[in-house]
């Protein structure tokens, strides 16, 4: 059986290449109405982009110690979450560009290498909770990001 070609454009990249992080990406989300795109990097930084201009809105996002892996929106666009190496998940309220609260610790298993820890994150906007996807297995972070999403989105 032979695959039908793809059509010629389909995979066209749309404007210039966003530069600004220092070493490979390794994440990328757009904001629930798409006016924002994160980015995550093995600079350990997040960036934020505005998807109509292609500019950076703000100053990187800080306080990750070890390559940033994973990055995912709340669904109601207020939060922002993001998985390290470092073994933590952080919240950022992006009014602000501030970490909320402090950053989530339950990955600390010591048998696992510190890249395998977190893999990434990802955002469930049914349940209205995000998952840190591990390369074995996913852990439900959803009383956590209650509580911290209370204080903020009230």
């Known amino acids: 059986m032979q695959l039908p070609e793809e059509p010629p454009g389909l995979y066209l ?12 990406v390794n994440g990328v989300a757009f904001h629930p109405d798409g006016h924002l ?8 930084t997040v960036r934020l982009w505005d998807t109509a201009t292609g500019k950076l809105i703000s100053a990187p996002l800080t306080g990750h110690t070890a390559l940033v892996v994973g990055v995912a929106f709340h669904p109601d666009g207020h939060l922002l ?3 390290s190496s470092d073994k933590t998940v952080r ?8 970490p909320v609260g402090d950053p989530l610790l339950g990955h600390t298993d010591p048998d696992l290498p510190e890249y395998d820890n ?8 049914d349940a209205g909770f995000v998952q ?14 209650t509580r911290a999403c209370e204080g903020v989105l009230r």
């Open 118 to 125: 977190l893999q990434g994150l990802r955002a469930c906007h």
């Open 132 to 145: 840190a996807v591990r390369s074995a297995e996913c852990e439900r972070l959803h009383a956590a990001y």
């Open 91 to 98: 919240l950022w309220d992006l009014a602000t560009g501030q």
């Open 37 to 44: 795109l994160a980015t995550t990097s093995e600079d350990k």
């Open 81 to 83: 979450a993001t998985a």
């Open 13 to 24: 990249p749309v404007g210039d290449p966003l530069t600004g992080h220092t070493d490979e």
